[in-house]
């Protein structure tokens, strides 16, 4: 499979949560959110990070981070945008004091899945 054109940044609301999520496949992309956020550098090909904005009525945003310049576009893209998609979303979860469980897990599942299918499309 061939590298895949990807979208530098993108944002998406998730309204029932009351927050955004970020998504950089670039490291200038990155930076520019890092800089505003006040993130550590990642030092890994993607990383994800919760961070509230408390100059901004305490605005939830959370940040995906894939290096689309180190990443090829196949199995190896799916691998980080799940890996990275549980991450976010057991973040979510734990801000909001949502528990989850073996036997509870729905939240998180389907979390993960809203969260993975719009940093999916940010890199197909």
Known sequence: MGRRRLVTAACHHLGV????????????AMTRLRRKFELAKPDSLGASYLTVDTKANNAVHL?????????DGGAEMVDLVAHESVHTAAQ?????????????????????????????????
Do not use: M
Not at 63 to 71: A, F, P, S, T, Y
């Open 17 to 28: 949560y009351g927050a955004t999520l970020h998504v950089a496949t670039t490291r200038k």
């Open 63 to 71: 940040i995906v981070w894939l290096d689309g310049d180190r990443v």
């Open 92 to 124: 979510l979860l734990d801000h909001i004091g949502q528990a989850t469980t073996t036997h509870d897990s729905e939240a998180l599942a389907y979390l993960a899945g809203w969260v993975a299918a719009r940093v999916w499309e940010s890199v197909a």
